[in-house]
Structures are given as structure tokens and as C-alpha cells.
């Protein structure tokens, strides 16, 4: 039996499946906290590569088998599963079911499509195991040194799991955890999932605050470094601005040259912001910047095109001739008040799924989740959970007044550094359309009225009139010839 550590059948405190990065980090976390974990992988050689390396001398017991694993298992078992989204979780539950007793506990740490945990928490609620779904975030230093953790699924698997997911999580304001529950079924991976869209926005708009100083301003990476360290001791402070710092200060060992300079300009993508994007559409939220950073990764991908487009679309850029600090001050500006807009959308998403399904996500005890050992933990995200305590029904952030007050300072920045933008060629989707979100918002009237009456001239699909209550709807017969039968689908 593959065992390092002498022990006796059931005595592990719970078990992990999937021994990648993640799962790795997150076992040597719980061990370093006082628990004694089994774990296990398909390919065994990495059971024992990892428990005589890393594991080597601590409380971790590998198994070569799922029932050589349930039996090292001290009851309710608890089992964490750590493995690629979608069909490969749905094997390693199937392969486990079997062996497990009714107050079992099958835990999904990986990112997984919400939809797919609601499933799986109530097929399992009929066998009498317990399902939970958590999203995880924080990457490979966030799991070994404490990650934030989102937890949902069946209720009451949550006393069984409370006090190891909350020992080995991020801790803030003198040892809080960043985990807490987060409501039923897929609730959990669903505040995840939010988490990346906003993460996806979060790493677009400092790659366009980026772009526009080195392309307007043709500031070495030596001196971006020094903006983002300035910028990391003010509103901006977070993970991603820290780690942006860095990345400036980095040089290719082997030229000499800053690291990133010599990057190709394609970036990947895993889906969880696809993800956000399509659930915003099912809920008719307006979620433009997050949809804007997606296409933006997309649209890096097609490097060949771009590059063959470049020799025909030719650009005739003009020259910048403003001021160079004035221009930095402005997108430091407009990077905060579009970071704004960002969490605005992600919240008003939750809201929307909160509401259609009835999990009652706590908004302000998910920025207090986000406040540590996530990849989007910033000081900003303090502000948002005041925001929060002051009004738990807050419709949408920037309705708040600390944020109503920091988006009118930072306006006319934001302004000038989208108009510097446009005006030079530079693409900046994602700060441009969280101006645009800004500007239709706030706006008592929309031209919506003329695409209204498009629709019912063309498809009879009615309308609704200002010297008419709300809800009563009207058809206009345009042409003459139309008649008076009108459509039912007027919503969404």
C-alpha cells in the first residue's frame, strides 16, 4: 500500500483526489494546519513522487486506489476532489459513490460551471452524500499559503468541513477567514465564476493603462515599474498592481531585456469568463466591460490576422503632444472609476442570480471572501463590503456614496484618457465601454425608444407609451396595411 506515514485505517481527517499544482499546495496547506490527509491520483507515480518529495515526513497518506482511499478515511468521510471541470469530476464522483456511506461528504474545489454543481448537489442528496461545490482562488501560492474560499452546495455538509476549509484560508483583519458559506447547490462555484469575469476585467483594463503609456508616452518598462509601485500605495493597492509592478522590474536572464518585452502578444483563456458572460445574458444583465475583456483575449489570439491587417489597415496615429504626467494621472483615474464599473456589473450579476434562484448571496460577505488570498484581494474590496453593511439592498455600486464621490473625481481623467485613446488609435475596450456603462446608466432617457419603434414596425412587437402607466402596451399599424395583431414577445 502506498503509505509513507505509519497510521492505522481511518484515521485521515479527509482526502484529496488529484494531485496537479492546486491540489498539491492545498494538501501541504492542510497539513501544516494539524490535519492528516490522504490523497490520491489516477496515475499513482505521482502519489509517490509527491508523498517522498514534497509530502515527505508529514502527515500524508498516499493510496493507490478510491478504496484504499475511503479507507484511510475517519467518518464522514471527507473527500476533496481536485481534477478538470465538466466529465472528469463526474468520473472521479461515479468511481467514488460506491464506496461512500449516507453523511459523506464529495467536495468539488476545482472551477466548475455552476450549473453542472447544482446537478450534482441534488443527485447526490438522493444517494445521501453530501455535495459541496467551492471555488478556490488565490493560484499556486494562494492554495499552499491560504486561498479565499467559496463554498456552497448542500447545507448540511458545512459543520463537517467548517473548521478545515477556515483554517487553511487566507485570514484578514486579525485572523478572519476569506471562507465562509455562500449559500445552496451551485452558489459557491457561481461567486467563483463572478470572481474570474471580474478578474478577466480586472487584468484587460491594467493591460490598456499599460498600452496607453507605452504606446502614447513610450515609457520603458523601468519606468512603468515605478508607476505601478506609486500606484500600488494608493486606491489601486491590490494583488494585480503588485504583481504588475514586478513584472516591469523583470529581465530575461539570458538578454538582458524586460521579460515582458519580449512576450507574444496572445493570451489564453480556461472558459470561466465565457461562463460569466453567458449567465449574464440568461439574466439580462448588462455585464459590457467583463463581455469587452473576453472578446479582447480573443481577439489577441488571432495574431497572424492582426499582423497581415496591420499592412493594409494601416494606422495614422498623430503624434501625443500633451502633458506626460497629466496623461499617467489620467489613466490612474480612469483605471479606478472602470475598476469601479467592473465590480458594479459582477455585483448586479450576483443580484440577478441571487434573486432567480433564491440563494440569497450575501454581497457584502463575498467582498470580505475576496479580501484575501484571491487573485482580485485588494484594499477596494473593503470599500465595497462597507458599502454593503450600509445598505444590503444596494441596487447597484455605484449608487453608494463613497463610490458616487470617487467616480465624480475621477470623471474627467477617465474622460481624457478614453478621448486620448480614441483619438490616437489605441484600443482600450474595456475602460471606453465602462464609460459608455457609466454614461447609459445614469441617463433618465435612452434612444431606446426609436429601436422600440423599429420593432413594432417591423414585427408588431408593441410598445410601451410616457403618458401611459407602465405595462400597458400599444401597437402602431406604420404602414397603412399592417392591421391591428400584435406579437406577445415584447421582453427578453
Known amino acids: 500500500m502506498g503509505c509513507w506515514v505509519m497510521a492505522e485505517k481511518g484515521v485521515a481527517d479527509i482526502g484529496l483526489v488529484g494531485l496537479a499544482v492546486m491540489g498539491e499546495n492545498l494538501v501541504l496547506n492542510m497539513e501544516s494546519h494539524g490535519y492528516t490527509v490522504a490523497v490520491y491520483n489516477r496515475t499513482t507515480s505521482k502519489v509517490d513522487a509527491f508523498v517522498q518529495g514534497r509530502g515527505a515526513g508529514k502527515k500524508i497518506i498516499g493510496t493507490h486506489s478510491p478504496a484504499e482511499l475511503v479507507a ?16 472528469p469530476v463526474d468520473q472521479v464522483i461515479n468511481e467514488f459513490v460506491p464506496l461512500l456511506e449516507p453523511g459523506d461528504i464529495l467536495i468539488d474545489g476545482g472551477n466548475e460551471y455552476f450549473p453542472n454543481t447544482t446537478r450534482r448537489t441534488r443527485e447526490l442528496k438522493e444517494k445521501g452524500i453530501l455535495f459541496i461545490g467551492t471555488g478556490v482562488s488565490g493560484g499556486e ?11 456552497g452546495g448542500n447545507p448540511e455538509a458545512w459543520p463537517h468541513v467548517k473548521p478545515i476549509l477556515q483554517a487553511i484560508a ?37 493591460g490598456e493603462a499599460y498600452w496607453l503609456m507605452h504606446e502614447l508616452l513610450g515609457m520603458s518598462a523601468e519606468a512603468l515599474h515605478d508607476v505601478f509601485a506609486r500606484w500600488n500605495t494608493g ?50 444583465v448588462p455585464l459590457t466591460l467583463i463581455a469587452e475583456a473576453v472578446f479582447a483575449r480573443i481577439l489577441s489570439s488571432q495574431k497572424d490576422q492582426r499582423v497581415a491587417a496591420s499592412r493594409i489597415l494601416k494606422s495614422h496615429r498623430p503624434r501625443f503632444e500633451g502633458a506626460a504626467q497629466q496623461l499617467v494621472n489620467d489613466i490612474e483615474s480612469a483605471l479606478y472609476a472602470s475598476k469601479i464599473i467592473s465590480y458594479a456589473q459582477g455585483y448586479a ?10 440563494w440569497g448571496i450575501n454581497k457584502g460577505a463575498v467582498a470580505l471572501l475576496w479580501r484575501g488570498g484571491c487573485i482580485i484581494r485588494s484594499a477596494f474590496l473593503g470599500k465595497i463590503k462597507e458599502a454593503f453593511d ?34 490616437h488609435g489605441i484600443p482600450a ?30 414585427g408588431a412587437h408593441t410598445y410601451e407609451r410616457i403618458d401611459r402607466p407602465r405595462g400597458e402596451f400599444f401597437h402602431t399599424n406604420w404602414t397603412g396595411h399592417g392591421g391591428t395583431t400584435a406579437s406577445t414577445t415584447y421582453n427578453r
Open 429 to 458: 475596450p474595456a475602460m471606453t465601454s465602462a464609460l459608455a456603462y457609466f454614461d447609459g446608466y445614469r441617463s433618465a432617457r435612452l434612444p431606446a425608444n426609436l429601436l422600440q419603434a423599429q420593432r413594432d414596425y417591423f
Open 390 to 423: 450600509r445598505d444590503p439592498q444596494l441596487a447597484n455600486l455605484m449608487l453608494d456614496p463613497y463610490f458616487t464621490r470617487e467616480l465624480e473625481r475621477c470623471e474627467p481623467g477617465w474622460r481624457r484618457a478614453a478621448a486620448a485613446a480614441v483619438s
Open 72 to 87: 484511510q478515511l475517519k467518518r464522514p468521510r471527507i473527500i476533496m476532489i481536485m481534477v478538470k471541470s465538466g466529465d
Open 349 to 358: 450579476l450576483m443580484d440577478a442570480m441571487s434573486a432567480e434562484s433564491g
Open 170 to 206: 487566507a485570514k484578514v483583519d486579525d485572523g478572519v477567514p476569506c471562507c465562509d458559506w455562500v449559500g445552496p447547490e451551485g452558489a459557491g462555484h457561481f461567486v467563483k465564476m463572478v470572481h474570474n469575469g471580474i478578474e478577466y476585467g480586472d487584468m484587460q483594463l491594467i
Open 235 to 284: 486606491p489601486l493597492d491590490s494583488y494585480l498592481i503588485e504583481i504588475t509592478r514586478d513584472i516591469f522590474a523583470y529581465r530575461d536572464p539570458e538578454t538582458g531585456k524586460p521579460m515582458v518585452d519580449l512576450i507574444l502578444d496572445t493570451a489564453g483563456q480556461k472558459g470561466t469568463g465565457k461562463w460569466t458572460v453567458n449567465s449574464a445574458l440568461d439574466l439580462g
Open 141 to 151: 501560492e494562494g492554495a499552499l499559503k491560504g486561498p479565499s474560499i467559496m463554498p
